[in-house]
């Protein structure tokens, strides 16, 4: 199930979208300012965010920009009421995927949250994956997700921040294969790739001099050659 928030001040609005996304099978969750929100982001994790323009205090399009500065790729939906003045462009380059203009169709709205979870679905499997509770285990190496830790034999791999993401993306979707340009995106963000074109196959090399026993002949993180990398879904 996926999980949308809200984030106007209008109470009668959260009535309305709450009702409207409980009903086609979401999650939800909202707040009424900028500063809650980004509060209630942090905890609840969202899929998808619906963006009011005209906040009190913080307007929509900065609070998009700081959520962007953050690193957060969730997608987020711009709500306008049809008297504001907005200059769309100001939105998109802060960072917004979409506007719905309030008042807006309930089944219109729902067809673009679907559409842009739909587009989204790898960067949102990604955000969950590094965010997730519990750990999966592939022989004796165990990831931990809420805690950032991978262990081999019960032992801390160190790994570093980014290393970590690797591992976790990969460990999310065992057996499938990606392309270094995937993971590049995937970790750095659309847009970035050409910045880090050499970067995967460095942090690679340094993750399986961490996990696995022979590193020229690793059995846990696995080249699929002219393709890309995968986790091992089974030990041979």
């Known amino acids: 199930m996926y999980k949308v928030m809200l984030i106007d001040d209008e109470e009668s609005l959260h009535m309305a979208i709450e009702k409207l996304l409980t009903k086609n099978g979401y999650e939800y969750c909202g707040a009424t300012d900028a500063e809650s929100g980004m509060e209630m982001l942090a905890a609840e994790k969202p899929d998808l965010l619906l963006l009011d323009v005209m906040l009190p205090g913080m307007n929509g399009f900065d609070l ?6 953050e690193g957060r790729r969730i997608p987020i939906i711009f709500l306008s009421a049809k008297n504001d003045i907005v200059d769309k462009s100001i939105g998109f380059r802060a960072g917004g995927d979409d506007y719905v203009t309030k008042p807006f169709d309930a089944t219109e709205l729902i067809l673009r949250i679907e559409a842009h979870i739909r587009r989204h679905k790898d960067t949102i499997d990604f955000a969950r994956c ?5 750990s999966v285990t592939i022989g004796d190496l165990e990831v931990r997700f809420d805690e950032y830790q991978v262990l081999v034999h019960g032992v801390p791999a160190n790994l570093t921040t980014k290393e970590f993401e ?8 065992p057996g499938k294969v990606f392309t270094r340009g995937q993971i590049q995106e995937y970790i750095w963000g659309e847009g970035e790739v050409d910045a880090h074109s050499n970067s995967i196959t460095v942090f690679v090399r340094k993750i399986r001099e961490k996990i696995e026993e022979n590193p020229s002949e690793p059995k846990y993180l ?15």
């Open 166 to 173: 690797i591992v976790a993306f990969l460990a999310t979707h």
């Open 64 to 69: 998009c920009a700081r959520i962007r500065a």
């Open 130 to 134: 590094t965010t997730r509770d519990g």
């Open 222 to 236: 696995l080249t699929v050659q002219r393709v890309g990398y995968k986790m091992a879904d089974t030990l041979g």
